[in-house]
């Protein structure tokens, strides 16, 4: 299996813009994790997903923020608009109720908004 | 709640020395154990993990680490360290529902 894919693995954008990250989980998995990880916060999370549906969103710091799961193996992450406080990487993550809840993650997609 | 403290945010080490890296969880029912590595510029990596059984559990490289449901800990050691160790390293706590809480890591810091 290649992994969890990240795309774009580096992003800079300009203040106001709209930003979108994708992920593509491993074949098989039924829990998405899209976290967010800067010197200042650490590693947060910001929302997951089983089976496609939503479970918990609360990390997500504010109506900026969207994710999506169309389908088991495409996710996500928009931000519009972009502000300079949204720099961070950002990791997607999976897993399977089978597995003990080991999560895989993805490369990270480095985001820079000026 | 669960929380995860990672009890230092940087450990610097000589090199072949050996390494102890401090976690404690809160949690009042069954969970699941992680340690995670993160080498620069990659994302995290799984390092080894305590579902159930044998207390003590070990990575292919070298680490260890010890559940110790008593004290709520699960604290990761290595004999001897190299300098390819050098990386920040995460604990984390999972129960049923696939979601993982993490400390906020350590920095750890081999020198030769």
């Known amino acids: 299996d290649a992994g969890v894919i990240q795309s774009p693995r580096h992003e800079v954008t300009e203040m106001g813009q709209e930003v979108t990250l994708r992920c593509k989980p491993i074949?098989?998995?039924?829990?998405l994790f899209w976290y967010r990880q800067t010197m200042m916060r650490g590693l947060e999370l910001l929302i997951y997903?089983?089976?496609?549906?939503?479970?918990?969103d609360s990390g997500m710091p504010e109506d900026r923020f969207s994710a999506k799961m169309p389908n088991a193996s495409f996710s996500t992450l928009k931000i519009q608009p972009s502000e300079p406080r949204d720099s961070a990487v950002y990791f997607c993550?999976?897993?399977?109720?089978?597995?003990?809840?080991?999560?895989?993650f993805g490369p990270g997609t480095r985001l820079t908004v000026t | 709640a669960q929380s995860v403290t990672q009890l230092d945010s940087q450990v610097p080490v000589f090199e072949e020395a050996p390494v102890e890296l401090r976690c404690n969880y809160s949690?009042?029912?069954?969970?699941?154990l992680f340690w995670y590595v993160q080498y620069p510029n990659q994302g995290l990596q799984l390092l080894l993990k305590?579902?159930?059984?044998?207390?003590l559990v070990e990575s292919i490289n070298g680490f260890e680490a010890e559940f110790n449901k008593s004290q709520t800990s699960f604290h990761l050691r290595k004999p001897s360290v190299h300098i390819s160790d050098t990386a920040e390293y995460f604990c984390?706590?999972?129960?049923?529902?696939?979601?993982?809480?993490f400390g906020q890591g350590t920095e750890l810091s081999v020198k030769p």
């Open positions: 993550a999976s897993t399977s109720s089978g597995s003990g809840y080991e999560q895989y």
């Open positions: 074949s098989g998995h039924d829990y």
């Open positions: 997903f089983n089976n496609n549906v939503p479970i918990d």
């Open positions: 949690s009042s029912v069954s969970v699941y």
């Open positions: 305590y579902l159930s059984g044998s207390t």
């Open positions: 984390a706590v999972s129960r049923e529902g696939g979601k993982l809480i």
